[in-house]
């Protein structure tokens, strides 16, 4: 069973930066992504940033391309979120989710971490 656990949430000032990671444990972990996802009150959850474990290739969504990074440390099993230049748009619970190798659907999520911009 895989288990990912974020933090690095908080409020921040809007054009402020935030790093929030995603530690993940498990037997075997050998995801094919680990993903970002957001969801902002009254809104539907939505794809933020991934990046596949094992080759680093990386997709954005166009609402954070430019600002936000992804990045993964694989000795660690952990991928981070690099947020720059924030704005109040960004604020939501922000979830990391693993996809499985096989069937490339994202199985496993963890708890969400709050991020907050004030406006």
Request: aromatic share 12%.
């Amino acid at each position: 069973q895989v288990q990912l656990l974020e933090s690095g949430g908080g409020l921040v000032q809007a054009g402020g930066s935030l790093r929030l990671s995603c530690a993940a444990s498990g037997r075997t972990f050998s995801p094919y992504r680990i993903g970002w996802f957001r969801q902002a009150p009254g809104k539907e959850r939505e794809f933020v940033a991934a990046i596949h474990w094992s080759g680093g290739s990386t997709i954005y969504a166009d609402s954070v391309k430019g600002r936000f990074i992804i990045s993964r440390d694989n000795a660690k099993n952990t991928v981070y979120l690099q947020m720059n230049s924030l704005k109040p748009e960004d604020t939501a619970v922000y979830y990391c989710a693993a996809s499985d190798p096989v069937t490339l659907r994202y199985n496993y999520w963890g708890q969400g971490t709050q991020v907050t911009v004030p406006s």
